[in-house]
């Protein structure tokens, strides 16, 4: 008799090369959870999620092609885990729309990133980042997932996930699971020049940011330019030097050790021999990635012909279920 594991479901969006701060905070964990064998696993390249912000669509199949190539030279394994393409999948999109008539347009207003984004562009805001949440609980909802690997700041896309769920069961009978967090420990990885900021895909210089296929050499060069505040001591003091503390937490992540830890091995070192460690440690460390990397994006079909499996596994999951909610409300014939 086969064990049920509990499903869990996560994505990337699609809007670029994988820095630093998407591998600390997504992709090393998606490899971790994985690997620990505790769950069914569904991770997906959130192609539709990504329409949100400014794009060119001759580059979309390229960042989509990309993308996936980054999971499968990560280590996310087809034999373990169901790895797919959003956009191949009606239902998230039809799920969405459901969900949408059910959704309260309040809590819609309060979601902190669609305030962010707005107010930041807001000639340019479009519907797509006020809907956002909706997709993202249809992307969860479809899976019966009971965990989404989630940081600090999608907990409130997560509890309207939630709350959508419980509405639908509660007016047209129990359909969905509610998703939990599964909360990941990860550091928030800002920009290598203004470090008050994330580091970013879509809304960072590239010298400003560390890409996890970077060569050694541009590693070496943007480290090296890196802001590191005031003074000559390395000390680990987020307060009083941001930018010092963002280059710390980087090596502390990729080393397994403590911030505070590392700023002890470099007591007494120049800046200069800290910035020049941690560009060898990050080197170092995606130096099979990207010798990976580069071999699936020799063999592009490869790649394709895993997300096109994957993505049939995911629908006839999604599909089911699809029927299933659709029947709920009276739209099956």
Not at 129 to 138: G, H, K, N, Q, V
């Amino acid at each position: 008799m086969r064990i049920m594991k509990p499903i869990l479901v996560s994505g990337i969006q699609t809007t670029g090369r994988l820095h630093l701060g998407n591998y600390l905070g997504a992709l090393k964990n998606f490899v971790d959870l994985q690997n620990s064998g505790a769950y069914e696993c569904y991770f997906f390249l959130a192609d539709l999620h990504s329409l949100t912000e400014q794009f060119d669509p001759k580059e979309k199949p390229k960042q989509v092609l990309e993308l996936a190539a980054d999971f499968l030279a990560a280590g996310l394994d087809p034999k373990k885990s169901v790895i797919f393409q959003q956009s191949q999948i009606p239902a998230h999109s039809e799920l969405a729309w459901i969900l949408g008539t059910i959704a309260p347009m309040g809590e819609l207003k309060r979601m902190t990133q669609f305030k962010e984004k707005s107010e930041r562009d807001k000639e340019d805001a479009n519907v797509g980042l006020f809907y956002y949440p909706i997709l993202m609980a249809a992307d969860i909802l479809l899976y019966d997932a009971k965990f989404v690997p989630v940081g600090d700041d999608q907990l409130q896309h997560l509890e309207l996930a939630r709350t959508l769920a419980r509405k639908f069961n509660a007016k047209f009978g129990d359909t969905f699971t509610e998703p939990k967090p599964l909360l990941t420990q990860t550091p928030r990885v800002m920009n290598l020049a203004e470090p008050g900021r994330k580091m970013s895909k879509s809304r960072s210089h590239p010298m400003n940011v560390v890409y996890v296929d970077d060569a050694p050499e541009d590693i070496k060069a943007k480290i090296a330019r890196a802001t590191t505040d005031s003074g000559s001591e390395v000390s680990y003091e987020p307060e009083k030097k941001p930018g010092l503390a963002n280059l710390i937490d980087m090596y502390a992540a990729l080393s397994g050790k403590e911030p505070k830890a590392v700023a002890e091995d470099f007591s007494g070192k120049k800046y200069s021999e800290f910035k020049a460690a941690l560009a060898e440690l990050v080197a170092d460390h995606f130096a099979g990635f990207r010798e990976r990397k580069k071999a699936l994006l020799a063999k592009p079909e490869t790649i394709e012909k895993a997300i096109a499996e994957g993505s049939k596994k995911a629908g006839k999951v999604a599909n089911k279920k699809m029927a299933d909610a659709k029947k709920k409300i009276g739209l099956a014939l």
